[in-house]
């Protein structure tokens, strides 16, 4: 049978853990998984393997657990990798409504992104498990006015330099377009008026449906899709940001209120509704 026992800390963070024979059985953190979908063993070389059986990248599910590649290797192998090991370049606070702590988002160096929560002890506990999921900047979002616009971005770091760039309400989730987008968020952006900003890449395109849809079943008052000009493959609002660094606010501002202008408008089958009803149209 074989022995997990160098990897007691990673198996000790996941859901619904059983032994079967010389695999491990576990909830896959990769996915809404309520079958044990994910299948841990040790390879010939004495590594920890994993596979999804639902068919989730190894990627996505070492992003969601907070591990690296060498934490899947022998404690030796480990060791030797010490030396290229990454380091934290910055942490993106994500907060409740009273502002406490759930958990950060954390970008690496060289470039990966993880996230980690309080263990409750003053250090981190390298994975969400089922901490609840909020949206960044959460406090600033629920104390903005109703009617502003709410830019919808695709990172973190999108988000700090539009506010600062523009004074813009904005936010994002943690994950990227890696991640799904959770009713939840919509709820919290219900009667907003809202813009999808995705990055200028597959997987940026790839979110806008599942967002805009539901964002319009939890009644958001407008949704528009905004397409940002002149960026390259995977650019995003800060390379568009970047490229207008010489120009004011105030022209940076009339450029972005010039694309809400052009882009389509929706709205959600509740708002159109009430503005029937408002209306006197049955």
């Not at 859901?15 to 024979?21: I, K, M, P, W, Y």
């Not at 160096?109 to 994975?127: A, E, I, Y």
């Not at 120009?247 to 089958?269: F, G, I, N, T």
Request: aromatic share 8%; glycine share 8%.
């Amino acid at each position: 049978m074989s022995d997990f026992s160098k990897y007691e800390h990673l198996i000790a963070q996941l859901q619904g853990v059983r032994r079967d024979g010389d695999y491990i059985r576990a909830i896959c953190p990769g996915h809404d998984d309520r079958k044990q979908s994910l299948s841990l063993w040790i390879g010939k070389d004495g590594r920890l393997m994993i596979g999804c059986h639902a068919g989730c990248q190894k990627a996505t599910i070492l992003l969601v657990m907070g591990w690296t590649w060498a934490n899947l290797m022998p404690s030796s192998d480990r060791q030797r990798e010490s030396k290229s090991s990454f380091k934290i370049a910055k942490t993106y606070d994500y907060l409740d409504e009273s502002g406490r702590l759930l958990y950060q988002a954390v970008r690496m160096v060289p470039k990966d992104f993880r996230q980690r929560r309080p263990d409750g002890k003053g250090g981190w506990t390298w994975s969400l498990g089922d901490c609840r999921r909020v949206l960044y900047r959460l406090p600033e979002l629920l104390a903005a006015e109703p009617k502003r616009l709410v830019w919808v971005l695709e990172g973190e770091k999108d988000v700090d330099n539009l506010r600062q760039a523009v004074g813009a309400v904005a936010t994002t989730k943690a994950c990227g377009a890696k991640s799904a987008w959770l009713d939840d968020y919509s709820l919290t952006l219900a009667d907003r008026h809202v813009a999808i900003v995705p990055d200028n890449d597959t997987a940026g395109r790839s979110v806008i449906a599942p967002i805009l849809g539901s964002l319009l079943r939890y009644g958001a008052r407008s949704v528009r899709i905004i397409e940002l000009g002149g960026l390259g493959e995977h650019g995003d609002m800060s390379d568009w940001l970047s490229h207008r660094q010489h120009r004011s606010p105030e022209e940076k501002r009339a450029e972005l209120k010039e694309l809400v202008a052009a882009s389509e408008c929706y709205a959600s089958q509740l708002v159109r509704s009430n503005n029937r009803e408002h209306a006197g149209v049955s």
